[in-house]
């Protein structure tokens, strides 16, 4: 294959990236980056009806988060632009017309109300759906006839009646197909605007794209793209058709699953790198075993011939243990980077507490090692940043304690910490572990009360770090606030 590699991103704006379209988009820039070739953003908004405000900048958003960058696109521009198809319909239509003349396309009449009825038909007789060609051979007198009611004609593709279309998949190998089983499909709508087929092929070919990547959803198109290519004189790209992402159940991946949304991910607070691996290894590997993969890795080893032909699971578990081992590889400052803008977000957290950079820097090493999400370190680290801590006082008395010696304990720790200094995590030990047995308890009992005093809860990172954290003046302050609970 000395062809140079040319691929694409062809998504439709009608929504937001679903993980499944940007694996897509992945495999394509992937290939693309392991061959020194192109990687095309091209927005399929053919589709005036169920345009979504907002998916363009979703589907850029999305890719740029990951790192997923386009050599030509809507933004950046290329040799081969516009890339967003409604600027491209004068091709479309001299396609079309291309078609037409050469006898391999026709003008089609019928209204959307014989083709509901038709399609109604069909069903109640339990018949393949598809058009009946009524339109197929009009005479040029019944032509003009409807044109003189004044009916806006769609365009159709004049599929053969007989003979088969192959072709030779990546993935599927030899797929063939009856072109008996296709229809006439339409190619242009009334609106002028042409359909996934037709601009899709138009596209492909002049954009001068070598492989269509694509999810195996399209793979019943693919017949009908090479019809179009043939009559069209074109020589066909690649075709490239990986499965889909499967949910537990086996099912393809949606909604009901749980959050789809690519950008759903970054807010949970998963890495880029993170996804990016994760994503890159559902329906394609290295070998059975290799779990981890940087984004080098994965573009130095990329290969299509890796791709699976069976659907491959999403698997939330095995994500979060990937996103853990992703943020313990973060050094502090990656770790600050990333935390920080969930962090500031977190509307019941203390705006001046949020913003002393220098005191979130000193709570996130406490966490780092346990969490998985980076939304799971804002839940943890929550009590450093809260004005007042709240929780029910009956929290305050551990196992075998009661409330006056809770009080008691807590009055004493008090004592021993006003003349501390240094208030770090060695001088806090040395004062707190033995005043338990000072008090007749157990350092557990101790430890319990002070833990729920300055933090509001009974797990938290190591005692002593966080209340070094804290500061002298919030654990004094948060312990005379435990007192008046009691
Ligand atoms: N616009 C189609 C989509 O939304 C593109 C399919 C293809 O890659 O051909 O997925």
Redesign the pocket.
């Known amino acids: 294959m000395t062809q140079k590699v040319r691929v694409r991103f062809?998504?439709?704006p009608?929504g937001y990236p679903h993980v499944g379209?940007i694996r897509?988009a992945m495999f394509n820039w992937l290939l693309a980056r392991h061959s020194g070739g192109k990687f095309v953003l091209r927005i399929?908004d053919t589709d005036v009806a169920r345009k979504v405000e907002g998916a363009v900048k979703a589907i850029m958003d999305s890719l740029r988060w990951l790192g997923i960058d386009w050599d030509e696109g809507p933004d950046v521009g290329g040799d081969y632009g516009p890339y967003y198809q409604s600027e491209r319909l004068e091709l479309y239509k001299s396609a079309a017309e291309k078609l037409i003349a050469q006898g391999d396309a026709y003008y089609c009449y019928c209204s959307p109300e014989r083709l509901a009825e038709l399609r109604a038909e069909q069903v109640r007789r339990k018949q393949p759906p598809g058009y009946d060609r009524l339109c197929r051979n009009l005479s040029q007198e019944e032509r003009v006839k409807k044109e003189a009611e004044g009916i806006k004609p769609v365009v159709r593709f004049k599929t053969p009646l007989e003979g088969q279309t192959a072709y030779k998949d990546v993935i599927w190998g030899q797929v063939v197909v009856e072109n008996s089983t296709l229809d006439d499909f339409v190619l242009l709508k009334s609106d002028g605007f042409p359909t996934?087929h037709l601009a899709?092929v138009v596209d492909d070919h002049a954009m001068k794209i070598s492989h269509?990547i694509?999810?195996e959803e399209?793979i019943s198109?693919t017949p009908r793209h090479l019809l179009l290519y043939k009559a069209l004189g074109l020589e066909p790209p690649q075709f490239v058709h990986h499965a889909m992402i499967l949910g537990p159940d086996r099912a393809k991946l949606s909604k009901r699953h749980g959050a789809v949304s690519i950008l759903d991910y970054r807010d949970m607070g998963y890495l880029p790198q993170t996804m990016f691996n994760f994503l890159a290894l559902i329906g394609w590997s290295l070998d059975d075993k290799t779990e981890l993969m940087s984004r080098q890795e994965l573009i130095d080893n990329f290969s299509l011939e890796r791709i699976g032909k069976t659907g491959a699971i999403f698997n939330r578990e095995k994500l979060d243990w990937m996103n853990g081992v992703y943020i313990r590889k973060l050094t502090a400052e990656e770790f600050f980077e990333a935390v920080q803008p969930y962090i500031m977000e977190d509307l019941d957290a203390g705006k001046a507490l949020i913003e002393d950079e220098e005191y979130v820097r000193a709570v996130l090493p406490l966490v780092q090692e346990r969490a998985r999400t980076l939304l799971e370190v804002v839940e943890l680290t929550r009590f450093f940043f809260v004005d007042q801590l709240e929780y029910a006082p009956g929290l305050l008395i551990g196992k075998n304690m009661d409330k006056a010696a809770t009080a008691k304990a807590l009055k004493a720790a008090q004592d021993k910490l006003k003349p501390l200094k240094p208030f770090d995590t060695d001088s806090l030990e040395a004062v707190l572990r033995p005043l338990a047995p000072e008090l007749g308890l157990k350092t557990g009992q101790l430890f319990a009360a002070l833990r729920v005093a300055v933090t509001g809860r009974t797990a938290a990172p190591p005692l002593f770090d966080t209340m070094a954290v804290l500061g002298k003046e919030r654990c004094l302050k948060r312990i005379e606030a435990a007192l008046a609970k009691l």
């Open positions: 062809a998504p439709s009608t379209n897509t399929e996934y899709n269509v694509r999810a399209w198109s």
